[in-house]
């Protein structure tokens, strides 16, 4: 938090607020995809990567897709809003 220099209360808790929120739709995303088709466990019984991670890759290469990727974009930001039980319904 240093390094972003804000010293005003109401910025501090807007940037929080926005690191919540992409961090809980990385989440979200990560999850539905590993519940489509599961995160490789490596020998030593780890994950290749964290479902955060895959949910980040994912929407970061939606986002930097947004042309061609419109539908599956559009899909994210519906999970995003979902609640976990519907969200695999939207999927589907």
Not at 17 to 46: F, M, N, S
Not at 63 to 81: D, H, P, S, Y
């Amino acid at each position: 938090m240093e390094d972003t220099h804000l010293v005003e209360p109401e910025r501090l808790e807007r940037l929080i607020t926005v690191l919540t929120l992409a961090l809980c739709w990385c989440y979200q995303g990560g999850d539905w995809l590993d519940r489509q088709h599961p995160i490789e466990v490596k020998k030593h019984q780890r994950r290749v990567c964290s479902v955060i991670r895959l949910g980040l890759d994912a929407l970061r290469r939606l986002v930097l897709n947004a042309a061609t990727k419109a539908i599956e974009l559009q899909r994210m930001i519906q999970l995003l809003f979902a609640k976990t039980s519907v969200a695999t319904s939207c999927y589907g």
